[in-house]
């Protein structure tokens, strides 16, 4: 077997000594689980591995066997191999990874809702809609993950899944408004609206406590954590962050240029300059780029006005801030208008830190896009596994995986010309040349980009020109026949039907 070359670059390096030889990542990453019983560790580490070989598959197909899947039910129904205990050694190997980065980390909040109203007999399930009804009902999870400021998904610091409570029937909007105005955010967490804000504070809390000791970490997050409770914790735990601004806040004037409001400070601060970003497409949006004038206005924003009991739990004090704009100044037609107001508290005295921290808020996509691999890639919606605690464990170990497919994918592009054994055993790289060449693999090692678009190839991706790079949907199908061709290779060579040289 070749021997595995360092890449050149530190950060990949780094993050690639985690553990990347075929499923041996698994181990490595959960070695440090503690569920309380060795028996149930190693069930861990096995159901993991079978999950992360054919992620696209139900758990029965994964596993391969009848014994293996009733240990992976097993752990799944089991009260010891909670969602917190399933996480914790991702947790402490993200860690490593954000100290081995030598820069700042951003840590990107963001919720998902998975439904499973597709599957009436599955108990403990809440509202994920609009309503009540049986169809609109599943789980909800809100995550903190990790990324190094090229991008690197590096893994999940706090993750909460539960089911919300019923909605208040006939609830009209000036109801709705008066009952958040008068129950403090850290009041029943899990129910309906504004209370729901206590997962924004629970992930920042978290996210301080487990990361490792100076590494500068700044929290990305869109408009729904806005709200006052989530600056001033910010403040109380030294925390750092850059938000989007979900409303036009009163100012303190004398503090805020003479302004009494956000967005008027905003417009009279001078452009500073012009950036062009990339702005991702959507289902109902084409990928483009926008060319964006930025602002920058140092502000004291007064606390929001609270009512009944919630007065004696709210914050009295203002907060100092900072706010940048981005606005398209000339957006093509028929597109709408980039328009971003981001909060910070973050040093920003110039037009080159102000661009830094659009950039970073720019990388916000990428918790988007790990959301997809867990729901149109692994499919995690289509299981069947009867209860929301069993669905939570099983949740949370895919998650992990989806981190480890993002990583690969990732590097590929941000070191295409890396060798492809920094990331791919041997036996995948020899799997991938049989299946889509049907040939032996070459003696020199083939790229990073190489070895991702076979495995691209393998889950439908053409590969044409202006195709561009595979996407993580393909990619999870290919990854799934990946190993199935690793697998039947191993077995042909066991019944000698396949030599080994």
């Known amino acids: 077997m070749p021997k595995k070359p360092r890449i050149e670059d530190a950060e990949t390096q780094a993050l690639m000594e985690a ?3 075929s499923v041996e990542w698994v181990r490595e990453e959960f070695a440090q689980a503690d569920l309380a019983d060795k028996r149930l560790n190693r069930r861990l580490v096995k159901t993991a591995e079978h999950l992360a070989r054919s992620p696209l598959s139900p758990i029965n197909e994964a596993c391969g066997d009848w014994a293996s899947t009733q240990a992976a039910y097993r752990l799944f129904d089991n009260a010891r191999a909670s969602p917190r205990a399933i996480l914790a050694p991702h947790v402490q190997e ?18 998902v809702f998975f439904s499973y109203g597709q599957h009436p007999a599955t108990r403990g399930l809440g509202p994920i809609g609009k309503s009540n009804k049986a169809h609109d009902r599943g789980l909800i999870m809100h ?9 690197v998904p590096l893994g999940i610091l706090s993750q909460t899944v539960w089911a919300r409570r019923e909605v208040p029937e006939g609830e009209g909007r000036q109801e709705k408004i008066k009952r958040l105005q008068c129950t403090p955010v850290e009041e029943t967490p899990h129910a309906e609206g504004n209370e729901e804000s206590a997962k924004w504070l629970r992930a920042l809390t978290e996210t301080m406590a487990r990361a490792p000791a100076g590494v500068p970490v700044i929290t990305v997050a869109d408009r729904e954590s806005d709200f006052f ?63 964006i004038a930025v602002r920058i206005a140092s502000v004291t924003v007064k606390p929001p006005q609270r009512r009944g009991h919630a007065q004696s739990s709210a914050a009295s004090e203002p907060v100092s801030l900072t706010v940048i704009g981005a606005t398209e100044t000339a957006p093509s ?3 709408e ?11 920003v005295p110039d037009f080159a830190s102000a661009a830094e921290k659009i950039a970073w808020y720019g ?39 989806g981190v480890r497919l993002m990583h690969v994918a990732h590097l590929a592009r941000a070191q295409p010309d890396g060798p492809a054994t920094a990331v791919f055993s041997w036996k995948e790289i020899e799997a991938l ?15 990073l980009r190489d070895a991702v678009r076979m495995v691209g190839q393998l889950g439908g991706h053409l590969g044409r020109t202006g195709d561009g790079e595979p996407g993580m949907t393909v990619l999870w199908r290919g990854w799934m026949r990946l190993y199935e061709t690793v697998i039947a290779l191993q077995a042909g060579r066991q019944a000698g039907l396949i030599d080994s040289g």
Request: glycine share 8%; with cysteine; charged share 20%.
């Open 143 to 151: 995550n903190a993950l990790a990324f190094s400021t090229l991008g």
């Open 333 to 335: 037609a028929g597109s």
């Open 433 to 447: 040349h049989v299946r889509v060449h049907n040939t032996r693999p070459p003696r020199d090692p083939i790229s």
């Open 337 to 347: 208008a980039i328009s971003w107001v981001l909060l910070t508290n973050l040093a």
């Open 229 to 291: 409770e989530f600056l001033t914790q910010a403040e109380e735990l030294r925390a750092h962050y850059l938000i989007r601004a979900r409303t036009d806040r009163t100012l303190v004037p004398e503090d805020s240029a003479g302004c009494d409001h956000m967005l008027e400070a905003l417009s009279l601060a001078p452009a500073l300059g012009s950036l062009t970003i990339a702005v991702p497409g959507n289902g109902g949006r084409k990928a483009r780029t926008a060319t």
């Open 363 to 401: 990388l916000r996509w990428g918790i988007e896009t790990w959301h997809k691999v867990l729901k149109s890639g692994c499919k995690v919606e289509d299981c069947l596994l009867e209860t929301a605690e069993r669905l939570s464990r099983y949740l949370t170990l895919f998650s992990i995986i």
């Open 19 to 21: 553990g990347t030889q």
């Open 94 to 111: 993200t860690a490593k990874r954000m100290a081995g980065c030598g820069g700042p980390v951003l840590v990107m909040q963001d919720t």
